[in-house]
């Protein structure tokens, strides 16, 4: 039986795990050792080379970390994926291998508060740069792109929720321009939407949100499609020309479609060491296993929720894209046929003052900069994680002073309705 023709309710259980070799341990072990054991002087020079594939030191290679990132590359149907620190490190490693001083990447306004601030003011001190464009006028995208254009990054549904990108037409502009479009899909996961089937190359995650999904770990991957000429447009030189770290080493026509992963771990994690650590890796296996089952609960709760909440008297207006009042209801249908996710952000009538009234009287939610936890999360981002923003890139963002961010988790759903009837009386 081909792993590719699985099932993803059997992947997310068995895709990168085999029985250990050493001592036939069903679950993946957790390989806490920094440094792995050379045969003989030749292989570890064949290692050192990368002649042979295999483990030297745990900045780079780990076998608990790699099959977690052999099981989050078959889940997105990628052909292979580089696991990291968080999400921002992936991010920073999706763009490493395609960049340069000079060079920039075309940016949606709608994304993660932090991923804002990293694109609008941390990437600048490598020499790169961001254009941020409304992703919904795609002549402006078209525009924005210029000769040194390396790449177009958005997210599939849009936090702090509600906004989905329209990836196939995107992806057409992207593949027009002949640059990779890289799509962090963390809040709609691999189960609701797989980017790389819309026309994505690269697909970023934190690990930290649903993967995971109980709020115990920091990390992130770059799954690459492995379908990027990287050679054809002459743009790319870290991955087509000769690596000199490497003795000349050519990563696209040594590795094939293998190239980009094999450069975000040979150089990326080598010399920018924003290595995921093996316990970590363990948990997001762990979580992984029941990512269907809790994103259809995730789903069917915030379904119920927002259909409630937009009928209540505080309420102004919500913005989940499941909801037949969403102007982005057809295009959460196409790309994310089993559900629009669990973030959504609620408009209430009382203004900012309302808000911070109705995230302080919650009970059951908890308060906290995170979200796709199995645990029901609230924060209102105007004053929180999209503080560093200005006012029109809050409003962009989705992130307007009447907007509280719900990140609806695995309970009752008439418990978290009930916590949130009371809230809501309390602050209006
Ligand atoms: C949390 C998040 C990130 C950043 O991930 P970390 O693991 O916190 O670094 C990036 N994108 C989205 C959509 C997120 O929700």
Known sequence: MSEQDLGFDTKQIHAGAVADPATGARQVPIYQSTAFVFRDA?????????????????????PTVGALGDRIAQLEGGAGAVCCSSGHAAQLMALFPLM???????????????????????????????????????????AAINEDTRAIFCETIANPGGYVTDLEAIAAIANAAQVPLIVDNTTATPYLCNPIQYGATLVTHSLTKYLTGNGTVTGGAVVDSGTFDWSAAGKFPSLTEPEPAYHGLKFQETFGPAAFTFHSIAVGLRDLGMTMNPQGAHYTLMGIESLSLRMQKHVANAEKISAWLEGHDAVSSVTYAGLDSSPYKARAQKLCPKGAGALFTVQLKGGYESCVKFVNSLELFSHVANLGDARS????????????????????????????????????????????????KAAS
């Open 42 to 62: 030749d292989h570890a020079a064949a290692l050192f080379n990368l002649q042979e594939v295999g483990y030297i030191y745990s900045r780079l290679t780990n």
């Open 100 to 142: 340069e001083p000079g060079r920039n990447v075309v940016v949606s306004t709608r994304l993660y508060g932090g991923s804002v601030t990293q694109f609008t003011h941390t990437i600048k001190r490598f020499g790169w740069d961001a254009t941020f464009v409304d992703f919904d006028d795609l002549d402006a995208v078209k």
């Open 377 to 424: 999360l609230v924060i209102h981002p105007a004053s929180t994680t999209h503080r560093q923003l200005t006012d029109e890139q809050k409003i962009a963002a989705g992130a307007a002073p009447d907007s509280v961010r719900l990140s609806i988790g695995i309970e009752e759903a008439d418990d978290l309705m009930a916590d949130l009837d009371q809230a809501l």
